[in-house]
């Protein structure tokens, strides 16, 4: 079965610092990957998506990367504001069916003025 | 564009009642849409997906039960709610052609 697992489990960073959220997965036969936002109380937002054939995707200051052989994936985050604190998650999907999406349990970041 | 809906936004509801949340879709047709649990702490369940009208698979055997009487319904039940019920509940619908997921704004459930 799918393990996708998110490293760290919080992060605290002061502003304007670039930053790196780790997202591994053990079954490298995947569809694709997603990475999500989830402010307090709220749904998820998504950020961006990369297709299995991808290496990369790019919205804004946010890029992510997918590495399906060695199973990681990770999300970059330029110049940091207060605004991208949030839980950040990412999740995967399997080809043929598509119907499951297995999700990390996240990371939740913390920009400091 | 396509936008996602649930009620209500809280619930307080006491052990032994039922349960009726509920999710609509707008702006797209025959999407697949899935309702997860996340509690406190810990990560999303996967509890119902469906494919199309009347068409549920249940991920989690437990006391809840999900229908889809409409294309862009989706209905999560239960008869008689359990403390462990509580939780954040999410209904999501995924694009058909890129497989992305959009989630709605959630359901918040206490069991008391």
């Known amino acids: 079965k799918q393990e996708v697992t998110q490293i760290p489990a919080a992060l605290s960073v002061p502003e304007g610092e670039n930053l790196v959220l780790n997202c591994s997965f053990t079954?490298?036969?995947?569809?694709?990957l997603q990475w999500f936002r989830q402010d307090p109380g709220k749904g998820l937002t998504s950020l961006l998506l990369?297709?299995?054939?991808?290496r990369e995707q790019t919205s804004g200051r946010l890029n992510a990367s997918l590495d399906k052989s060695s199973g990681r994936s990770t999300l970059y985050i330029a110049a940091s504001q207060p605004g991208d604190s949030a839980t950040y998650l990412c999740a995967v999907s399997h080809g043929y069916t598509g119907n499951q999406f297995y999700f990390g349990t996240g990371t939740s970041l913390t920009v400091i003025p | 564009s396509q936008t996602i809906h649930q009620w209500p936004a809280t619930l307080v509801q006491p052990v032994g009642s039922p349960l009726s949340l509920e999710c609509t879709v707008e702006?797209?047709?025959?999407?697949?849409l899935y309702w997860y649990r996340q509690a406190a702490g810990r990560g999303l369940q996967l509890l119902f997906y469906?494919?199309?009208?009347?068409?549920i698979s249940s991920e989690v055997p437990q006391n809840l039960s999900a229908s889809r009487p409409q294309d862009r319904q989706f209905i999560l039940s239960s008869k008689k709610l359990l403390l462990s019920d509580s939780g954040f509940y999410l209904c999501?619908?995924?694009?058909?052609?890129?497989?992305?997921?959009?989630f709605g704004p959630g359901t918040r459930l206490t069991v008391t």
């Open positions: 469906s494919v199309g009208i009347g068409q």
């Open positions: 999501a619908w995924r694009n058909r052609v890129a497989y992305e997921q959009y």
């Open positions: 990369i297709q299995s054939s991808q």
């Open positions: 079954d490298s036969a995947i569809y694709n």
């Open positions: 702006g797209t047709s025959n999407p697949n």
